[in-house]
C-alpha cells in the first residue's frame, strides 16, 4: 500500500463488528410514564439495522384500528409509542412512528439502549408534535395572536 493508510471500519454498536459499508445511525425516542422524554442512539450495520428498525415499520391502520408492530394487539385504547428517526446510506432520512403495546415497548427498549448512547434533549421549549409542554391558557391564546388584553380599571 503506498501514499497512505487505510481507514479502519467504525463497528457497529449493536453487534460489534466492523463492516465494509457504511453504518446507518438510527435514533428511537419515547415519553417514560413519569412524561419525560429519551432518546437513544445507535449506528448500525446492514444486518442490526434491519432486526431493530425495521420491525416497527409497519403501515399504520386508522380504519381499523392501530396494533403493536411486535405483537399484533390491538393498541388504540392502551398505547406505549416508540419514535424512530433513521438515516441508511443512500436512501436519506426515515421516520418511524410505532404504537406498540406496553410490554412490548418495554422489550424493545431494553434492546435499543443496549450499548447506546443516550442524548440530551436539546428540543426547544414550546409545542412539540404531542402537544404543548405546559397546558395553554386564555391569555396564551391571545399572546400567541399578538393581542393582549386589557386589565380592568376599578
Avoid at 463488528?17 to 457504511?22: D, G, I, N, Q, S
Avoid at 415519553?31 to 432518546?39: E, N, P
Amino acid at each position: 500500500m503506498t501514499g497512505g493508510t487505510r481507514h479502519e471500519p467504525s463497528p457497529c454498536d449493536q453487534c460489534k463488528h466492523r463492516v465494509p459499508e457504511k453504518l446507518a445511525q438510527a435514533t428511537w425516542a419515547w415519553y417514560r410514564a413519569d412524561g419525560v422524554r429519551v432518546a437513544y442512539r445507535k449506528r448500525l450495520c446492514t444486518a442490526c439495522f434491519c432486526s431493530l428498525v425495521l420491525p416497527l415499520d409497519k403501515d399504520l391502520d386508522y380504519v381499523n384500528g392501530l396494533t403493536c408492530p411486535a405483537c399484533g394487539i390491538a393498541t388504540e385504547d392502551d398505547m406505549d409509542p416508540i419514535y424512530v428517526t433513521s438515516f441508511l446510506p443512500g436512501q436519506g432520512k426515515s421516520q418511524i412512528e410505532a404504537p406498540t403495546c406496553a410490554p412490548c415497548a418495554a422489550a424493545y427498549r431494553v434492546r435499543v439502549q443496549e450499548n447506546a448512547t443516550l442524548l440530551e434533549d436539546s428540543r426547544v421549549e414550546g409545542p412539540s408534535a404531542t402537544g404543548p409542554s405546559t397546558p395553554s391558557t386564555r391569555e396564551s391564546y391571545w399572546a400567541a395572536l399578538g393581542i393582549l388584553p386589557r386589565e380592568a380599571h376599578g
